[in-house]
């Protein structure tokens, strides 16, 4: 932003450390003004909203009583990082979050030594912070460590495996349990039903804290109060939990409260061994549209802070995502077996319109990957049909799910696997550049890639149909604005479309390619082939075209290595066929973020960059295409 005069305070906060020189009493301006300054660069620019407000006061707290970067701060879910960036060193480059050469959505090493840890999926942090606080402990290094776990991040299993292990460890580790009710979608699930008790007995727990501070421990009556408050807790405070795990804990207090938050943590941070600080958030604090739609304010694009977001009127066309999510409604009208399952990702997953006509058979698991697979597992034992709906880089958290508890019994589950490819703004951690690798070296699995919106549903229903595990990867957004049909149509398992009978060359596309491909394809006139199976393979049609053909080219939005072409070479090895073949795809690297077109670009994959490496590596089939044109 061009000027900083609005913020005095925040205006003279280059670091941390000009932070703490200031005085308590001025913190409360400090955080007003960063809460200011986050509401008006994201309105600027777009990002993660929500959950930034909710932290601020937090944030400053944090980084006035500990000593960062020397004390490790681990954030979990990265989306609540704004205004750690904007503290620590990145303030003037806020508003270029997400675009190229910009800031990382996300806490990443690379960017910050205040980013202790590099953050895109949730739940990470007990573990992560763990890991430190026993690495520094063991070289007799005392440093203060923190994992702020929230916005739904406790909802996952990893969690407390690590509290599990670190409330049996000697490290000094404090973690913040940042309870705000939210993840991008409402908590569900007995811990959020546990948290909300809680908070009802927040007298109860403040008594029995005074309690503890006035009666000594050794005396007759501190050992009979520790008794009964032992049999009290399991009566009234689920806090019990916590502590059975070996987590001292403390709270719950009110997130907001800046007085409040300093002594909690300058008392918490004496203290010796794993600490749990309880602190209760709001999600989109302090700007009253987002405390009132939270969930439509988790992620913004750029928006005018005084009207608020405004939804654009116009008929846009349907991304794939909204072709799914029309597809479950019409197959589950269909069909009574079918059961949608989503790990917290009810929005971005297409799932909001079969919560609602659906409920009894609509389930979300909360931030539970690996649970979602085998409970689709368990489901599909028992006559079910369920349909798993996961973002590509979702997926990985359960591919051992995948692997064992769904395709090795060969058991009836759909995989709808959204974000696949490249997905943009998001960045490295959130790219779908591996699915069909892993997918397709799975036993019994069936892997599909539409090339439109209409192939997207007939391979939904045809998933759906196979009895079998089988998944359907579409990328984020729009596609080339293919109508959709309303019937409930199949495909022939395996069997690929031949678009265009050319010569000479042969460009095999799996999936969203297919449009460059076209184009490419008619300005050769080269053979073209929409592949939409990736396991199995036509391998009757590739091995007609092998023998048809000088030269073959595939091309997909997936990692070259063990992709979609790397099952075309080995097809035409298995058949003792040796020919030209050139792999197009997604490079050896992690992604940056950026808008899908430049990281598309970036990679190669736009029509320039398609047509530059064909013709790099065939070039007498453009020298040709020239002469007959």
């Not at 925040?10 to 200031?22: T, V």
């Not at 590509?392 to 995948?402: G, I, N």
């Not at 599909?448 to 045809?462: F, G, K, S, V």
């Amino acid at each position: 932003m061009d000027t900083l005069s609005r913020y005095p305070r925040l205006a003279h906060i280059d670091s941390p450390a000009d932070l703490r020189r200031l005085s308590d009493e001025e913190l409360p301006q400090v955080a007003e003004e960063l809460r200011g300054y986050l509401i008006e660069s994201v309105a600027s620019s777009g990002g993660h909203f929500g959950a930034g407000l909710g932290v601020v006061e937090l944030t400053v707290a944090l980084h006035y009583v500990f000593d960062t970067p020397h004390d490790r701060l681990v954030w979990d879910v990265g989306h609540q990082c704004y205004p750690h960036k904007i503290l620590t060193g990145r303030r003037d480059r806020i508003t270029t979050i997400k675009q190229k050469d910009g800031l990382a959505p996300f806490p990443r090493r690379e960017e910050s030594e205040y980013d202790t840890f590099g953050v895109g999926h949730s739940s990470t942090s007990i573990s992560a912070a763990l890991g430190m606080a026993i690495a520094n402990q063991r070289r007799g290094d005392r440093r203060k460590i923190v994992a702020v776990i929230g916005d739904g991040a406790m909802t996952a299993g990893m969690a407390y495996e690590a509290m599990n292990h670190g409330g049996d460890v000697d490290a000094d580790l404090l973690v913040i349990l940042n309870d705000n009710g939210m993840s991008i979608s409402e908590n569900v699930g007995g811990l959020t039903k546990m948290l909300a008790r809680l908070l009802t007995n927040r007298t109860l727990n403040s008594w029995r804290e005074r309690a503890k501070r006035a009666i000594p421990k050794q005396s007759l009556m501190g050992r009979f109060f520790k008794r009964w408050e032992e049999h009290a807790k399991g009566m009234f405070m689920p806090s019990t939990l916590f502590e059975e795990l070996g987590f001292h804990y403390t709270g719950p207090i009110d997130g907001h409260d800046l007085p409040q938050l300093l002594a909690s943590l300058r008392t918490v941070k004496q203290l010796p061994g794993p600490q749990l600080l309880h602190v209760i958030t709001t999600k989109g604090k302090g700007y009253p549209p987002a405390e009132r739609a939270q969930i439509e304010y988790h992620a913004v694009g750029p928006f005018d802070p005084q009207a608020g977001v405004v939804k654009k009127p116009g008929t846009a066309r349907p991304t794939y995502t909204d072709v799914f999510g029309d597809w479950l409604c019409d197959m589950a009208a269909a069909d009574p077996r079918l059961f949608g399952i989503t790990p917290a990702m009810r929005e971005g997953s297409g799932l909001v319109r079969f919560s609602r006509e659906y409920p009894e058979r609509y389930f979300d698991v909360a931030i539970a990957e690996q649970h979602a697979v085998t409970l689709a597992a368990g489901m599909a034992c028992e006559g079910a049909k369920p349909v798993v709906a996961i973002y590509s880089t979702f997926l990985q958290r359960a591919y051992d799910q995948a692997i064992h508890d769904v395709a090795l019994q060969n058991l009836d589950v759909t995989f709808a696997v959204d974000r696949a490819g490249v997905v943009g703004p998001d960045g490295a951690t959130h790219a779908g550049s591996f699915d069909l690798s892993f997918l397709r070296c799975l036993p019994n699995m069936v892997v599909m890639a539409p090339a439109d919106e209409n192939e997207c549903r007939m391979m939904l229903t045809t998933a759906f149909a196979y009895p079998g595990p089988a998944a359907v990867r579409y990328p984020r957004g729009t596609g080339p604005g293919v109508a959709v049909a309303k019937a409930l149509d199949t495909l022939p398992i395996g069997k690929a479309e031949l678009r265009r009978r050319g010569r000479g060359l042969a460009l095999l596309s799996f999936g969203a390619m297919l449009a460059p491909a076209a184009e490419i394809a008619a300005e050769l006139d080269a053979t073209l082939v929409n592949m939409r199976f990736v396991k199995p393979l036509d391998e009757a049609l590739i091995l007609d075209i092998a023998r048809t053909h000088e030269a073959l080219v595939t091309l997909e939005d997936n990692v070259i290595a063990g992709g979609a072409g790397s099952g075309v070479a080995e097809c035409l090895a298995a058949h003792g066929i040796v020919m030209p073949i050139l792999h197009l795809g997604l490079p050896d690297a992690y992604l940056e973020h950026g808008s899908r077109e430049e990281v598309l670009s970036l990679a190669g994959l736009d029509l320039p960059g398609i047509r530059r490496a064909i013709q790099a590596r065939f070039p007498a089939y453009f020298t040709a295409a020239a002469y007959l044109g």
